[in-house]
């Protein structure tokens, strides 16, 4: 089984973060959007891939690495995928902009990775893949941690619940891929759907495990990268190489990897490779424990830094250290902003470093811009968030978007812009409608982002 961890990581506020758990029981009318208030619902519609500038020296370890092992570390000792044409079938109460989204990632898999797939036909049959759409509560009752999950060999949640003991589900027993199901929840935010379906559809038909060491990749638990990206198409389009079949080990596979990369990314072989460490699990775990759901406070603060010594003993200059400072800034809010603020600081400095982690660097402008509003520094806080706003846009991220956008409006206000910041404002809440979803997370979003203004009543923070 493969899962999106539902850790609130890279997410913009604990209350509004697509992988926190809606507090509300869902039901069959939950699932029907309601008439709203609010300005319509916006959404992406051409994607901007940035062109892959990793080296087909790391991209052939990667590649080994992402297929030879699931997330829990445990090897795989042959190469699986789908070795006919793949269809894929929706089942259960799928709400309209999981169709949509689901359209446009199989266009993208067809366009950039030369996938033949596609919709399935009518009727219950010829589908490979399944996506079913099932109650939030469901996927927590049974994974508490996950966001989504899927599975091979089963074709509904009763089908994986009376087998989810079983080799049938284990995907260490697969000499190929045959038959697989996605389970996403039918009633929560746009934007968590369709991260859910980006991810977890890559990994149904690609490679299994994540790697903290990718900073472009939606293999990754980070959960930066959450619309697949360039370098994601390029390791499904070497999946699916003819050169490649099922049962391969990972001798064989690493034996034709430089002869495929070499003709499908040209340009990888003039880039010197970064050589990037591994991760260790310990840092993993420290992670995973300083932003996961159910880490009590001194827990959480034990674990980040626990998480920062493991990076600085490490060596790392690379992104996983910033993402430890970022980390730290996260847990320290509520009891230390300064400390927070000197966390985030950190982070940008290592995110800077590199193009490839200019949408690790919008999530620590929104921190830092929230604090610069807060300290009543509109213009700090405007040259913070005006490079990222395009960055938001180009990852198909609207909570990070619309909230960069409503920080701007806040921002503009304190200046004396009223009316432009209204306008922003304006502008923001049909981003916000596809990346925090009901009316109500919407404006808790806007109420929150607006206690930071002093001119509203006080010092808040995101």
Same mark, same amino acid.
């Given at each position: 089984?493969?899962?999106?961890?539902?850790?609130?990581?890279?997410?913009?506020?604990?209350?509004?973060?697509?992988?926190?758990?809606?507090?509300?029981?869902?039901?069959?009318?939950?699932?029907?959007?309601?008439?709203?208030?609010?300005?319509?619902?916006?959404?992406?519609?051409?994607?901007?891939?940035?062109?892959?500038?990793?080296?087909?020296?790391?991209?052939?370890?990667?590649? #080994?690495?992402?297929?030879?092992?699931?997330?829990?570390?445990?090897?795989?000792?042959?190469?699986?995928?789908?070795?006919?044409?793949?269809?894929?079938?929706?089942?259960?109460?799928? %709400?309209?902009?999981?169709?949509?989204?689901?359209?446009?990632?199989?266009?993208?898999? $067809?366009?950039?990775?030369?996938?033949?797939?596609?919709?399935?036909?009518?009727?219950?049959?010829?589908?490979?893949?399944?996506?079913?759409?099932?109650?939030?509560?469901?996927?927590?009752?049974?994974?508490?941690?996950?966001?989504? *999950?899927? @599975? %091979?060999?089963?074709?509904?949640?009763?089908? &994986?619940?009376?087998?989810?003991?079983?080799?049938?589900?284990?995907?260490?027993?697969?000499?190929?891929?045959?038959?697989?199901?996605?389970?996403?929840?039918?009633?929560?935010?746009?934007?968590?759907?369709?991260?859910?379906?980006?991810?977890?559809?890559?990994?149904?038909?690609?490679? #299994?495990?994540?790697?903290?060491?990718? %900073?472009?990749?939606?293999?990754?638990?980070?959960?930066?990268?959450?619309?697949?990206?360039?370098?994601?198409?390029?390791?499904?389009?070497?999946? &699916?190489?003819?050169? #490649?079949?099922?049962?391969?080990?990972?001798?064989?596979?690493?034996?034709?990897?430089?002869?495929?990369?070499?003709?499908?990314?040209?340009?990888?072989?003039?880039?010197?490779?970064?050589?990037?460490?591994?991760?260790?699990?310990?840092?993993?775990?420290?992670?995973?424990?300083?932003?996961? %759901?159910?880490?009590?406070?001194?827990?959480?603060?034990?674990?980040?830094? $626990?998480?920062?010594?493991?990076?600085?003993?490490?060596?790392?200059?690379?992104?996983?250290?910033?993402?430890?400072?970022?980390?730290?800034?996260?847990?320290?809010?509520?009891?230390?902003?300064?400390?927070?603020?000197?966390?985030?600081?950190?982070?940008?400095?290592? *995110?800077?470093?590199?193009?490839?982690?200019? #949408?690790?660097?919008? &999530? @620590?402008?929104?921190?830092?811009?929230?604090?610069?509003?807060?300290?009543?520094?509109?213009?700090?806080?405007?040259?913070?968030?005006?490079?990222?706003?395009?960055?938001?846009?180009?990852?198909?991220?609207?909570?990070?978007?619309?909230?960069?956008?409503?920080?701007?409006?806040?921002?503009?206000?304190?200046?004396?812009?009223?009316?432009?910041?209204?306008?922003?404002?304006?502008?923001?809440?049909?981003?916000?409608?596809?990346?925090?979803?009901?009316?109500?997370?919407?404006?808790?979003?806007?109420?929150?982002?607006?206690?930071?203004?002093?001119?509203?009543?006080?010092?808040?923070?995101?």
């Amino acid at each position: 089984m493969s899962r999106r961890l539902a850790l609130p990581v890279a997410l913009l506020l604990a209350a509004c973060a697509p992988a926190v758990p809606v507090t509300e029981t869902a039901s069959r009318a939950a699932l029907t959007p309601e008439p709203s208030s609010l300005p319509a619902m916006k959404g992406f519609s051409a994607t901007r891939v940035d062109p892959v500038t990793t080296s087909n020296a790391d991209l052939a370890r990667d590649f #080994l690495d992402l297929t030879f092992a699931l997330e829990s570390g445990r090897r795989l000792s042959v190469f699986t995928r789908f070795e006919a044409p793949i269809r894929v079938r929706v089942e259960g109460a799928a %709400p309209g902009t999981l169709q949509r989204d689901l359209d446009r990632v199989l266009a993208r898999m $067809r366009r950039e990775a030369g996938l033949d797939i596609a919709r399935a036909g009518p009727g219950l049959g010829g589908a490979q893949i399944t996506v079913q759409a099932v109650p939030r509560a469901e996927i927590r009752r049974h994974l508490p941690q996950a966001a989504c *999950f899927v @599975v %091979p060999n089963v074709g509904s949640l009763r089908d &994986y619940l009376s087998v989810r003991r079983s080799q049938i589900v284990s995907w260490s027993q697969l000499a190929v891929r045959k038959r697989v199901t996605i389970f996403v929840p039918a009633d929560t935010s746009p934007q968590e759907v369709r991260d859910c379906l980006h991810e977890e559809m890559a990994q149904a038909i690609g490679p #299994l495990n994540d790697l903290y060491r990718l %900073p472009d990749s939606v293999f990754n638990d980070d959960n930066v990268h959450t619309v697949l990206t360039g370098y994601d198409m390029l390791i499904l389009r070497a999946y &699916y190489d003819p050169a #490649l079949r099922s049962g391969m080990t990972r001798e064989d596979v690493a034996a034709r990897l430089p002869g495929i990369l070499a003709r499908l990314n040209p340009a990888g072989e003039r880039v010197a490779p970064a050589h990037l460490t591994p991760t260790p699990r310990t840092w993993i775990a420290a992670v995973q424990a300083a932003l996961g %759901p159910e880490t009590g406070a001194e827990a959480r603060r034990r674990a980040g830094l $626990r998480a920062l010594q493991i990076a600085s003993a490490m060596g790392w200059e690379d992104h996983r250290r910033g993402f430890s400072h970022y980390a730290m800034g996260r847990i320290l809010q509520a009891e230390d902003p300064e400390g927070a603020h000197d966390a985030f600081l950190q982070a940008d400095r290592y *995110f800077a470093a590199s193009p490839q982690t200019r #949408l690790h660097r919008a &999530y @620590v402008a929104s921190q830092l811009a929230a604090y610069e509003i807060a300290h009543n520094r509109p213009d700090a806080a405007l040259a913070r968030l005006t490079p990222h706003l395009e960055t938001a846009a180009q990852h198909e991220n609207a909570a990070l978007l619309s909230t960069l956008m409503l920080l701007r409006a806040e921002a503009l206000e304190l200046e004396g812009q009223v009316t432009e910041g209204r306008a922003v404002r304006l502008d923001s809440l049909g981003w916000a409608r596809y990346g925090f979803g009901a009316d109500w997370a919407v404006r808790a979003k806007l109420r929150e982002v607006a206690a930071l203004n002093p001119l509203k009543g006080g010092l808040g923070q995101l």
